[in-house]
C-alpha cells in the first residue's frame, strides 16, 4: 500500500500517472509513426510483423533501420541536387524590378512559415535524442526482454536483445531524422531566396517541407506491404517498484542481478543526484528532470 501511496503522490505533484499493476506511464510521446520512429520503438519490442496462423513477431531495431536507409538516401539526394543547383553568385533581387521590394518580403515570409513548419519536426526529433541518449532510460522504461524476443529455447542469442546492442540502433536512425530536419532547415532558406518569382517562392516552400514528411509515407507504405502492425498507440511505461527500492534510487536485487553492469548505473545516478538543489533522486528519472525540479 505504500507504494502505491507514493504512486499517487507523485501523480498529485505531476510527475507520472498510475496505472494498471504498479506501472506509470513515461512522460515522452511518440508523435507521429514514421520509419525513423519505429527504430527507437523497436529496440524496446514494440514493433511486430504479421506471421500466418495469426501469430506474430518482433523486429529487431537493425532491420528496421535497414528501412530506413533508402527514404534517407532520397530525402538526403534530393536537398543536395538542390543544393548543387543554386547560384551563390546570383543576386536576391532585380535592382531594376519595381516589385523587388514586396518579392523580398514575400520570401522572408515564407522563410518563416518554412521554419515554423518544421518546428515540430525537429523538436520531436530532439525529444527521441534525448529519450535515448538518457542512460536511465534503458534502465526504468518498459521494454520486452530477451526471453520475449528469441525464448528460453535460444539463450545464446539474448545478448543482441539487451540494452548496449538495441540503443546504438535508435540513435542512427534518431541521428538521421536530425539530419535530415536540419539540412531542410537551412537549404530552404537558400531554394526560397532564390526564387525568380512570388509563384516559385511560395512552391519552393511548400515542396521542401514535403521532404520532410517523405519518412512517414514510406513507413505507411512498409506497414501496407510487409502487414507490420502499425504502432501508433504504442506507450512508454516505467516499473518504479520493479526497478527502484522504494524511497531511493538504489536499483533492486532483481534489477541488479540481470542488467549489464549495474555497478556503472549507480555511479550515474549519484553523479546526477544534486543534494545540493533539494534533489533526493537522480534528475535522469522519468518525472525527476527540470519540471520538477521548478515545481519544487
Known amino acids: ?16 500517472t498510475p496505472s494498471e499493476g504498479g506501472r506509470v506511464k513515461a512522460d515522452f510521446e511518440i508523435g507521429e509513426p514514421s520509419v525513423y520512429a519505429s527504430v527507437m520503438v523497436g529496440a524496446f519490442g514494440g514493433v511486430s510483423i504479421k506471421l500466418s496462423g495469426g501469430q506474430s513477431a518482433k523486429l529487431h531495431p537493425a532491420l528496421l533501420l535497414l528501412l530506413c536507409v533508402p527514404v534517407f538516401i532520397a530525402q538526403v ?47 520531436k526529433s530532439m525529444h527521441h535524442l534525448v529519450f535515448i541518449t538518457n542512460p536511465i532510460t534503458w534502465v526504468e522504461v518498459k521494454r520486452a526482454t530477451p526471453q520475449d524476443w528469441a525464448g ?3 539463450r545464446a542469442l539474448h545478448w543482441l536483445f539487451r540494452a548496449p546492442t538495441l540503443a546504438p540502433w535508435a540513435f542512427l536512425a534518431v541521428g538521421m531524422n536530425i539530419l535530415v530536419n536540419y539540412m531542410v ?8 531566396l532564390s526564387s525568380p518569382d512570388a509563384q516559385n517562392a511560395i512552391f519552393n516552400s511548400l515542396a521542401i517541407t514535403f521532404i520532410v514528411d517523405l519518412g512517414a509515407h514510406w513507413w505507411k507504405f512498409l506497414e501496407y506491404i510487409f502487414h507490420i502492425q502499425s504502432f501508433e498507440d504504442f506507450e512508454f511505461f516505467v516499473d518504479p517498484k520493479g526497478v527502484w527500492e522504494m524511497g531511493s534510487d538504489n536499483l533492486t536485487q532483481q534489477n541488479r542481478d540481470i542488467m549489464e553492469l549495474p555497478w556503472i548505473t549507480a555511479l550515474i545516478v549519484k553523479a546526477t543526484t544534486w543534494r545540493c538543489l533539494g534533489l533526493h533522486h537522480t534528475f535522469l528519472r522519468n518525472g525527476y ?5 521548478c515545481q519544487a
Open 77 to 123: 539526394s534530393i536537398l543536395l541536387y538542390l543544393r548543387l543547383d543554386l547560384d551563390f553568385k546570383k543576386p536576391l533581387f532585380d535592382p531594376t524590378d519595381t516589385g523587388r521590394d514586396e518579392l523580398l518580403r514575400l520570401k522572408l515570409l515564407m522563410v518563416v512559415i518554412t521554419y515554423l513548419m518544421n518546428f515540430q519536426n525537429l523538436m
Open 1 to 16: 500500500m505504500a507504494q502505491y501511496a507514493e504512486l499517487r503522490a507523485e501523480a498529485a505533484h505531476g510527475v507520472a
Open 289 to 293: 528532470g527540470a519540471r520538477r525540479l
Open 185 to 192: 532547415c537551412t537549404d530552404s532558406v537558400s531554394v526560397i
Open 152 to 154: 528460453e529455447e535460444h
